[in-house]
């Protein structure tokens, strides 16, 4: 009932920038969390930032904390991971999610995700 779509991933040098973007469309609320995970080979699903439903409210990892920002539009449907100063050590391919209730840091709080997007980070 809900799809994602993420883009904005990229090959990027160390302390560059890179903009995800995530857009949802089908039957679709403004009342839900938000997050954004990433999973790198060989590794398990990692969180690394949620936003909650009006936006006001936002987490993050603590090895993203100062770097990245995240951020969402109800009227445009959309999430945003503005990511800055990145790291050899953020390269994942990462996922937008939705959570409808009882929302956390884990990937099976969330109820809807997107395809993925490959961000690398060279040294």
């Known amino acids: 009932q809900v799809q994602l779509v993420e883009s904005g991933g990229g090959l990027v040098q160390a302390g560059g920038s890179l903009r995800l973007s995530c857009a949802a469309s089908?039957?679709?609320?403004?009342?839900?969390?938000m997050g954004w995970f990433r999973q790198a080979p060989e590794k398990e699903r990692e969180f690394v930032a949620r936003?909650?439903?009006?936006?006001?409210?936002?987490y993050y990892t603590d090895s993203v904390k100062g770097r990245f920002t995240i951020s969402r539009d109800n009227a445009k449907k959309t999430a945003t991971l503005q990511m800055n100063s990145l790291k050899p050590e953020d390269t994942a391919v990462y996922y937008c999610?939705?959570?409808?209730?009882?929302?956390?840091?884990?990937?099976?709080?969330?109820?809807?995700w997107g395809q993925g997007t490959q961000v690398t980070v060279s040294s």
């Open positions: 999610a939705v959570c409808i209730f009882n929302c956390g840091s884990y990937p099976g709080g969330y109820d809807y």
């Open positions: 936003i909650n439903w009006s936006g006001g409210s936002t």
């Open positions: 089908g039957r679709t609320f403004s009342r839900y969390a």
